[in-house]
């Protein structure tokens, strides 16, 4: 899954924590889903489709996770879980005898500002709601 970090986030962050103590923590989190849920809705309407009927597409399987934290840094996994993860990366990069059709990819680069805004817009109603 792709990663990236977040520029200018740690003065919303510490303005969050400073106005709601221990209660950031839920905005923060629902920050991080909404931007994941963005992320993850964009993965699905990209992801090709197999014409066989038989098991569970990866479109039908791409996941936002719970919210983690890792060296004291949140974050959530948007993707495809362990049931189709394991064949995902056959169309995002292509095989010898199929040319790649890539989703995670342009998913992210189209709506990382999005994600961002979403993040955004969680954090300053927190802000303003307290």
């Known amino acids: 899954m792709a990663g990236f970090e977040l520029q200018g986030v740690d003065e919303w962050l510490d303005a969050l924590r400073r106005k709601l103590g221990e209660a950031s923590a839920r905005v923060e989190n629902r920050g991080l889903r909404a931007a994941g849920e963005i992320m993850a809705g964009a993965m699905r309407d990209k992801a090709p489709v197999s014409e066989k009927a038989s098991g569970t ?61 979403a993040l955004a817009d969680e954090f300053r109603e927190g802000l303003e709601n307290g």
Do not use: C, N
């Open 57 to 117: 597409h990866i479109r039908d399987d791409i996941k936002v996770s719970g919210v983690r934290r890792k060296d004291g840094v949140k974050y959530v996994l948007v993707g495809p879980s362990k049931k189709t993860s394991w064949r995902a990366h056959f169309p995002e990069f292509g095989t010898q005898k199929m040319t790649a059709r890539s989703f995670i990819y342009p998913a992210f680069h189209e709506k990382k500002d999005a994600a961002l805004a």
